[in-house]
C-alpha cells in the first residue's frame, strides 16, 4: 500500500502538472487509478475528485494572469457548469462501454481546435488583432461560444479525461487573450467543473477516497508549478506539444476502446 501511495503521488506531480499547462491530467491520472486496479467507471470518477486539488494549486498560482477577467471568466464558468451537471447525470445513467468508446473523437477534436487556433493567433496583423477583439467583446451573441462552453461542461462531468484541454481550444477562439490568460482561465473552469461533478458523485456514486488523498496531494503541488512553468516556456512550442499529445491520448484511447474492450 506504501508503494501505491508513492506511486499515485508521483502521478499526481506529474498529472497536476499537465492539468495546469495543456489540461491533460488523466492523460496520467487515470491510467495510474486503472493501473492500481480500479474499473475505469470508478477511475473516472475517483479522478475527477481528485483533479479538485490541482485546481485549487492552479488557480492560487495564477492570480497575476486572472486580474481583470473574473466578470468574463464568471460567465463561462457558469456555462461551463450548467453541462457539467448535465454530463455527471449522463455518466451515472450510461453504460462504461458507450462513454468509453465516444471520448477519443471529442479528445482528438480538440487537438485539432486547439492547433488551428494557435495558426489564428500567428498572424500578427492589425486586421486580424481588430476582428479577435470585436469576436471577444459580442462573444455572448455567438451561439457557438455559448453552446461550445456548455458541451465542454457537459464533457467534462461526463469523462473528465482531456477535458481541460478541450477547454483550451474553446477559448483560444472565442477569446484574444494571451495564452497563459487562456491557460488560467481554464483551469478555473475546470476546477469548477470539478468540483461540482464530485459534489454529484458524493450522493450518486462511489469514490474510492483512499486514493483521491495521495493523488489528490501530487495534483496539488503540480497544479501550483504548473501556470509558473507557462509564464517562462515558449508558446508556439507548447501549444504544438498540447496538440500532439491530444492526439496522442486520443489514438491510444480508441486503440483500447474499440480493438482491447
Do not use: Q
Amino acid at each position: 500500500m506504501l508503494l501505491t501511495f508513492i506511486f499515485l503521488i508521483i502521478a499526481g506531480i506529474v498529472a497536476g502538472l499537465l492539468a495546469s499547462i495543456a489540461g491533460l491530467a488523466s492523460l496520467v491520472s487515470y491510467p495510474a487509478l486503472l493501473i492500481v486496479g480500479l474499473p475505469p467507471v470508478i477511475a473516472n470518477i475517483t479522478n475527477t475528485t481528485a483533479l479538485i486539488f490541482s485546481g485549487i494549486g492552479s488557480m492560487s498560482s495564477s492570480l497575476r494572469e486572472l486580474r481583470g477577467h473574473w466578470k468574463e471568466l464568471l460567465i463561462y464558468t457558469l456555462l461551463s457548469l450548467i453541462g457539467s451537471i448535465g454530463g455527471s447525470i449522463l455518466l451515472l445513467a450510461a453504460p462504461a462501454s458507450s462513454f468509453e468508446k465516444v471520448v477519443p473523437f471529442f479528445i482528438f477534436f480538440a487537438g485539432i481546435l486547439l492547433f488551428m487556433s494557435g495558426r489564428k493567433n500567428a498572424g500578427p496583423t492589425s486586421k486580424l488583432k481588430k476582428v479577435s477583439a470585436k469576436t471577444r467583446n459580442k462573444w455572448w451573441l455567438s451561439l457557438f461560444s455559448l453552446l461550445g462552453i456548455c458541451l465542454v461542461g457537459a464533457y467534462t462531468g461526463y469523462f473528465g479525461a482531456a477535458g481541460g484541454v478541450i477547454f483550451l481550444a474553446i477559448l483560444s477562439i472565442i477569446t484574444s487573450h494571451d495564452f497563459a490568460t487562456v491557460n488560467a482561465m481554464k483551469n478555473t473552469i475546470a476546477f469548477a467543473g470539478n468540483l461540482v461533478a464530485a459534489i454529484i458523485f458524493v450522493f450518486k456514486s462511489h469514490i474510492d477516497w483512499i486514493f483521491v488523498a495521495p493523488l489528490g496531494f501530487g495534483l496539488l503541488i503540480g497544479g501550483y508549478l504548473g501556470p509558473i512553468i507557462v509564464r517562462h516556456v515558449n508558446i508556439h512550442l507548447l501549444r504544438a506539444l498540447i496538440s500532439l499529445a491530444a492526439f496522442g491520448l486520443s489514438i491510444y484511447l480508441f486503440i483500447t476502446a474499440y480493438f482491447f474492450s
